[in-house]
């Protein structure tokens, strides 16, 4: 069948990569794509907000699959635009309805979801403009430290943990008066800071069963140690060692099937990736967020690792057979290392040529384009993150050395990464 795959970063070229192995893909469109994908489809100058723009290429195209990337389209409601046109009755569209998009789109939205359906997570208050100086009131009298979280999409970085209460007020304020996120932050969700390891589990569901593809841990704090500010995503590594035995068996039955029983319970319209957000107190989990897509750049380390066909996987879902459908895991370990711009997640900036990132690598390393622009031999910057530097090892330590190895043959000005990716798993 044709496909259509909406998005233009690092997760979209390993989604593209993936999507192009299958007997099932005929042809791979991408909108609008990047040069790492147009080695494995037709780029198409296309928006993924554009829906009336993307009807009609899927009409032209014969398109039978569309799958999202990006979030924003789902919150927007491309699943529902698409699936209201009668000419595709027959089209599998990879994404939640708009309304179950709103577990990612709105905290406060996710918050209540959770509570009524008894799955863990931090206690929370919400606040809006209505209510400013009772939530300045809570935030003074509650224990450090504090988290705020833009109650919108913020590209993820709207959200503070506040070592002191001074911090925490002024971060409220600035969300709240100051529209510091826009739109986002009229709501600011306020929640008990956990202490724990964070990871990502990634589910494939059709909202009424379900697939467990590889878990990940991600690293969103631009400095070595997890220090300084939040981006979009440092790097990445699979599997996450305490995720299994008891701590999954945890994570199915207090977590997982609760949230599949809930978008059925609710009537939630859910074909798609859900991504649990998820953080290990004490050997127990609690949800720190849902995404309804799947994450960047833990995508880059999942779809290496996912060793069954995803167009078969997709195509199961739609036909209501998930729970007569295995998943294949391959047992190496995966790593990835983003490599980003100067500056970033402040300001950057873009056009720096880059060296080396089209050159032959080893056969355990793929190199997936995220933040780039112009031609093989022409390749320049053009984002906070540039690519993502991922290889397979026979555990943690071996797979970030190599992707750090293969780190040394590339370059522009001002090239950042961390090279301390999965360190807590590191010998």
């Given at each position: 069948m044709?496909?259509?795959?909406?998005?233009?970063?690092?997760r979209e070229?390993?989604?593209a990569w993936?999507?192009?192995?299958?007997?099932?893909?005929s042809q791979?469109?991408?909108a609008?794509g990047?040069?790492?994908t147009a080695?494995?489809?037709k780029?198409?100058?296309?928006?993924?907000?554009?829906?009336e723009?993307?009807a009609l290429f899927?009409?032209?195209?014969h398109?039978?699959?569309?799958?999202v990337?990006?979030?924003?389209?789902?919150?927007?409601?491309?699943?529902?635009?698409?699936?209201?046109?009668p000419?595709?009755?027959g089209?599998i569209?990879?994404?939640p309805s708009?309304?179950?998009?709103?577990l990612?789109?709105?905290k406060?939205?996710?918050?209540?979801?959770?509570?009524?359906?008894?799955?863990?997570?931090?206690?929370y208050?919400?606040?809006?403009?209505?209510?400013y100086?009772?939530?300045?009131?809570?935030l003074?009298?509650?224990?450090l430290?504090?988290?705020?979280?833009?109650d919108?999409?913020a590209?993820?970085?709207?959200?503070?943990?506040?070592?002191?209460?001074?911090?925490?007020?002024?971060n409220?304020?600035?969300m709240?008066v100051?529209a510091?996120?826009g739109a986002?932050?009229e709501?600011?969700?306020?929640?008990?800071?956990?202490?724990?390891?964070?990871?990502?589990v990634?589910?494939?569901?059709?909202?009424?069963?379900?697939?467990?593809?590889?878990?990940?841990?991600?690293?969103?704090?631009i400095?070595?140690?997890?220090?300084?500010?939040?981006?979009?995503?440092?790097?990445a590594?699979?599997?996450?060692?305490f995720?299994?035995?008891?701590?999954?068996d945890?994570?199915?039955?207090?977590?997982?099937?609760?949230?599949i029983?809930?978008?059925?319970?609710?009537?939630?319209?859910?074909?798609?990736?859900?991504f649990f957000?998820?953080?290990?107190?004490?050997?127990d989990p609690?949800?720190?967020?849902y995404?309804?897509r799947m994450?960047?750049?833990?995508?880059e380390?999942?779809?290496?690792?996912l060793?069954s066909?995803i167009?078969?996987?997709f195509?199961a879902?739609?036909d209501?057979?998930?729970?007569?459908t295995?998943?294949?895991?391959d047992p190496r370990?995966?790593?990835?290392v983003v490599l980003v711009s100067?500056g970033?997640?402040?300001?950057?900036?873009?056009g720096?040529?880059i060296?080396?990132l089209?050159?032959?690598?080893?056969?355990?390393t793929i190199?997936?384009?995220a933040?780039?622009?112009?031609?093989?031999?022409?390749?320049?910057?053009?984002?906070?993150?540039?690519?993502?530097?991922?290889s397979?090892?026979?555990?943690?330590n071996e797979a970030?050395?190599k992707?750090?190895?293969?780190?040394?043959?590339?370059?522009?000005?001002?090239?950042?990464?961390?090279?301390?990716?999965?360190?807590?798993?590191?010998n």
């Amino acid at each position: 069948m044709n496909i259509l795959l909406l998005g233009s970063g690092g997760r979209e070229h390993a989604l593209a990569w993936k999507i192009k192995q299958s007997a099932r893909c005929s042809q791979l469109f991408i909108a609008p794509g990047n040069p790492g994908t147009a080695g494995f489809g037709k780029n198409i100058p296309m928006a993924v907000g554009d829906f009336e723009a993307i009807a009609l290429f899927c009409k032209q195209h014969h398109i039978g699959m569309v799958v999202v990337g990006p979030e924003d389209p789902l919150v927007n409601g491309i699943y529902d635009y698409l699936k209201a046109d009668p000419a595709f009755s027959g089209l599998i569209v990879v994404g939640p309805s708009a309304e179950a998009a709103k577990l990612e789109g709105s905290k406060a939205f996710a918050k209540a979801f959770m509570d009524r359906q008894g799955i863990p997570t931090a206690d929370y208050r919400e606040f809006t403009k209505e209510n400013y100086d009772e939530g300045m009131a809570y935030l003074k009298a509650h224990p450090l430290p504090i988290v705020l979280k833009a109650d919108g999409l913020a590209a993820g970085k709207g959200v503070v943990i506040a070592q002191t209460h001074e911090e925490a007020l002024s971060n409220f304020a600035e969300m709240i008066v100051s529209a510091r996120f826009g739109a986002a932050s009229e709501r600011v969700v306020v929640e008990q800071f956990l202490e724990g390891v964070e990871m990502s589990v990634f589910a494939l569901t059709n909202g009424s069963q379900y697939v467990l593809l590889p878990e990940a841990k991600d690293y969103k704090r631009i400095g070595e140690g997890d220090t300084g500010p939040n981006t979009g995503g440092m790097g990445a590594v699979s599997p996450v060692p305490f995720a299994q035995g008891i701590f999954m068996d945890k994570v199915i039955e207090r977590v997982v099937r609760p949230t599949i029983a809930g978008l059925e319970k609710e009537g939630l319209v859910y074909h798609g990736f859900v991504f649990f957000g998820l953080i290990n107190v004490g050997g127990d989990p609690y949800v720190i967020e849902y995404n309804c897509r799947m994450g960047d750049p833990e995508t880059e380390v999942v779809m290496p690792r996912l060793k069954s066909d995803i167009v078969q996987l997709f195509k199961a879902m739609d036909d209501g057979k998930l729970d007569e459908t295995e998943v294949e895991i391959d047992p190496r370990a995966a790593s990835t290392v983003v490599l980003v711009s100067g500056g970033y997640p402040g300001n950057f900036e873009k056009g720096k040529q880059i060296k080396g990132l089209d050159a032959p690598v080893s056969s355990d390393t793929i190199v997936f384009y995220a933040g780039i622009t112009g031609a093989e031999g022409d390749l320049r910057t053009n984002g906070g993150r540039v690519a993502a530097i991922t290889s397979y090892g026979k555990d943690i330590n071996e797979a970030v050395e190599k992707s750090l190895d293969a780190i040394k043959s590339i370059g522009y000005e001002h090239m950042n990464f961390r090279k301390d990716i999965g360190f807590e798993f590191r010998n």
